[in-house]
DNA sequence: ATATTATCTTCTGCTAGAGAAAAAATCTGC
DNA sequence: GCAGATTTTTTCTCTAGCAGAAGATAATAT
């Protein structure tokens, strides 16, 4: 039983340049050695794909490792280390919340630079007066910088429509039927592809590929600030859009018939599990401030303040319904836990695991590990994978273009 | 901006026969012609992968469409009708559940053959006392046709590791840690591999491609057979899977604290939206029998008693708070609703539809579709598609095997 | 210094598919 | 009934991309 007359070539995955490039990409420098061994691929296939990459400015070939520079020297030939080049592309990755807006750079060593923020008062968040201005800012990041620019993306909340980044809605912005990667395209003077992408989905595959998800096969991400509570889902590196709906994790049923949400519902889980909801179980508190109030409860739960660890047992307990039914459906191999919700869950990080453990089935069949959240620019470094993406698989073709 | 220097073959997707091959399997007879344009080959691409095809009896290359047989001649040399062939190798595909055996045979066509059905009881439900019956009854069908037999599958509830066929666990028949793919290979003379998968995702697979799935782009089905309620969940034609334990939609929690249900949890759908719920929703009726009831329930509801619209009223309410949680989840483009669950939603249309699009924001912005399910034997096909896989992907390499 | 080892480079060969040109099979108009 | 017109298939040539073998290279070990 030997199969014959065709090579194998295996899962192939697409030209040797991508994958390699890809590998660089992800896991940082490597010895020309490793990459040959990870990829599978003859020795004569990476040299070429690392050749033309080099003559592409897309990889750097350093020394080989050294005595002081970490590994053990070995026998034989020294491998020499390759690694993305640091001074290679970038894409401009953009966040857009409700309250803020950053712009900056990322290269293909995720390092991001040029970040500028900008604080969002009410009367500029309406999509005339703000996709000019941010037009202006992605192209002002793409012009001071010698680095060429290959592409932008922004994280956004919202329903997006992925394949042509059209926003259907952003209730936080109050967007309605926005064309915004079509618009910001047109105003950008930097011919490069422009992309949207849901924040949480997009902050969700950064922790897959680099944070508290690395090596998982599935992964379920959950986060809030403040307010709401959104979700991202990868599988098999790939995640679940939806046609940009998935994941309104915020929006799980956790208590049918209570809380109206503004989403029509009833008894939505962000209504449940939000610092909203911690400060509405812990009652009234003597200072006013919402930041301060909510890491006072968290520390006076510490200091064994019953009304306050109360409080944070009933929020964790919803957020124990609204994973038994996520964790059902979604069987991930891992839950991150992001923001408001890290803080919570630390801070009742038993009555959580046990609680799921007890209710789900699949949580007891499938071994999940809850972890928290550990990038700092989640969102962005998962914008800057999406426009990044169509260089990764296919360098040749996307650099090869016509400077004329 | 041109990409030069290289051909950009698209998204490739693996050899030309095994596309064509597959393209064949999903869509019925096309003209050669058609081939072409639906895969963007070359002519002569085509040609070969024809050629080959045809020469491993895959294919059946028949007569060009002609005045009487179907579409208008039209000019040009006349493109001939290109088919799978319906003589060729044939899957044994399995459907094992709680009560009941189903072993038959499919094509690539997916014609079901040979079907034998064997009803269990209690004593034979043992792993050690089913799985050689079943080696045998398998064993017996592939033996008993000419066709080449190029796989096994077998469908069936519970917790499955998809990768090597082993059964974590199948609370309907009382089974633990079974690796059900290796001792069926292992005691099965015929020399294939056999596949085992989660029945529901296979059903819905199978509904996803051939049934009332068929053109969207994702695909949460639904399905509930007297007791207990399962899920499948397609996305770009792949099921989601989670490592076997994916979509166990009846975990679902719509009664935070309500009634205990096996898997640990409380509250869970399944208790609150099988035919068992129903029936306790109703209350006492004359007949006894469980399936008369049901169908009388349905019957009276349709006839005006107040009593059974409000048992149904309140079941498919219950069903609704579980959509909407799981369409927040998934934003699926359609939802296909089958067994009991298809029953309830034709006594409930508007009621579920309705509900489901107040409550969640998802449905509305994503123009959600809620259908019943059209295939008689969807798990028989999902698991015959799974069996074929890796024919259908490289043709070549799983048929030019040394058959000493 | 010489052997050993691991790696890299060069070269040859093969496969899959693109693309152009030629051949085939039908229809249309006269 | 015959000459184009039209569409498809076939044949042929050519290239990209990678595998595999053989030789070159650069370190360590003796």
């Known amino acids: 039983m030997v199969a014959i007359g065709v090579p194998d070539t295996g899962d192939d995955g697409g030209p040797a340049a991508g994958r390699v490039l890809t590998l660089l990409h992800r896991r940082g420098p490597l010895t020309r050695a490793a990459v040959t061994a990870e990829l599978g691929l003859a020795a004569s296939a990476v040299g070429t794909a690392l050749g033309d990459l080099t003559a592409l400015d897309l990889v750097r070939i350093g020394e080989p490792l050294r005595g002081s520079s970490g590994a053990p020297p070995g026998r034989g030939r020294p491998s020499p280390v390759v690694e993305v080049n640091p001074d290679g592309p970038v894409a401009v990755a953009v966040q857009l ?50 680095r060429r620019c290959v592409g932008v993306c922004v994280a956004m909340p919202g329903f997006i429509r992925e394949p042509d980044g059209f926003v259907r809605s952003a209730l936080h912005l109050g967007w309605n039927e926005v064309p915004l990667a079509q618009q910001l395209g047109s105003m950008s003077p930097i011919g490069v592809p422009v992309a949207v992408g849901r924040a949480a989905t997009l902050a969700a595959l950064a922790e897959f590929r680099y944070g508290a998800g690395r090596g998982a096969a599935s992964m379920l991400a959950l986060s809030s600030e403040r307010v709401g509570v959104g979700g991202g889902f990868i599988d098999a590196d790939i995640p679940l859009t939806g046609g940009g709906h998935a994941l309104e994790a915020g929006h799980i049923i956790v208590e049918p018939g209570g809380l109206p949400c503004p989403c029509g519902a009833r008894g939505c889980l962000e209504m449940y599990a939000d610092s909203r909801a911690l400060l509405r179980a812990a009652g009234p508190r003597p200072h006013p401030g919402h930041e301060d109030t909510v890491t006072e409860i968290f520390d006076d739960a510490t200091a064994g303040d019953r009304a306050a660890q109360e409080a944070i047992r009933l929020t964790a307990g919803h957020l124990v319904t609204g994973l038994t039914s996520l964790v059902n459906t979604l069987a991930p191999e891992r839950v991150v836990l992001m923001g408001f919700l890290a803080d919570l869950y630390r801070a009742a990080k038993d009555f959580v695991r046990d609680g799921l453990m007890a209710s789900s089935a699949v949580a007891r069949a499938g071994q999940i590990d809850i972890v928290t959240g550990d990038l700092r620019h989640a969102a962005l470094v998962g914008a800057a994978e999406k426009a990044f993406a169509p260089l990764l698989r296919q360098p040749r073709t996307i650099l090869r273009t016509d400077p004329s």
């Open 97 to 146: 919340s409700a309250d803020r807006v950053t712009v900056s750079l990322v290269g293909l060593d995720r390092r991001i630079s040029h970040v500028r923020k900008h604080v969002l008062d009410g009367s500029e968040t309406d999509p005339a007066t703000l996709i000019p201005a941010l037009a202006d800012a992605v192209s002002d990041a793409a012009l001071r910088t010698e």
